[in-house]
């Protein structure tokens, strides 16, 4: 299964547009970018996800690089309710016939007011 | 409309025992997937279940096992509980109509089950 690299942390003011990158170097053609992110005590919440275009939505934009091997979620304005550890998410297809997810550690994003 | 339900969302073992954890998903969703949260391994996959099919399996010992019931309600299971079993379970459904098209499909998660080997 494809892997996904991501900082361990990035800090960020309030207001100010936050980059998480994630690393997918092997990326395989059918294989969609997702972002989640977790807040203690909570389960993964979705964030955005694409296959090959960049994606907006109302929580945040994704650039997804040319080559596919690398994708950036992008924050526009940083809230404090927006520290939270991102998850970068391969769901690729499997030989059992479905989509299965292969999560990175994670960046814990840290906003300060 | 409700979310994921994941009970109990705390229980403590002892090792040797057995744990089931059940999950509710979404009114709709026939996909349901687990996953192990902890500190050392990070989010690791589980399994899938879909129409109650088991679709994947991860990586982990028979000692783990699910099933989903028709009502697309699905409950995990531990068998022999080991001291590195102490997590946090997690559950998500999606809206996965055809196989083919559930890599897009968005996964909606519970808050999980803390689960405590001592």
């Known amino acids: 299964d494809a892997k996904t690299t991501q900082p361990n942390s990035m800090e960020s003011n309030e207001e100010e547009p936050v980059h998480l990158p994630c690393n997918h170097s092997?990326?395989?053609?059918?294989?969609?970018i997702h972002w989640y992110r977790q807040l203690p005590s909570q389960g993964p919440e979705y964030v955005i996800h694409?296959?090959?275009s960049n994606v907006n939505n109302r929580m945040a934009s994704l650039a997804i690089a040319e080559d596919r091997k690398s994708s950036t979620l992008i924050l526009h304005r940083a809230t404090l309710r927006d520290a939270a550890v991102y998850y970068c998410i391969l769901r690729g297809w499997s030989s059992g016939g479905s989509y299965i997810p292969t999560f990175g550690r994670g960046t814990s994003l840290i906003v300060h007011p | 409309k409700a979310g994921v339900t994941q009970t109990p969302r705390y229980l403590i073992k002892t090792r040797g025992q057995q744990v089931t954890l059940s999950c509710s998903p979404i009114s709709g969703h026939r996909s349901v997937s687990w996953y192990q949260q902890t500190p050392g391994q990070g989010l690791q996959f589980l399994f899938e279940y879909f129409s109650e099919t088991q679709r994947n399996k991860g990586n982990f010992p028979g000692r783990f096992s699910g099933r989903q019931f028709s009502n697309s309600r699905s409950e995990m299971n531990v068998s022999t509980l080991e001291l590195g079993d102490s997590a946090l379970y997690l559950c998500a459904s999606s809206s996965a109509l055809r196989t083919d098209s559930s890599g897009a499909n968005v996964l909606t998660f519970g808050a999980g089950s803390r689960l405590t080997v001592l």
């Open positions: 092997t990326i395989s053609g059918t294989d969609y």
């Open positions: 694409g296959l090959t």
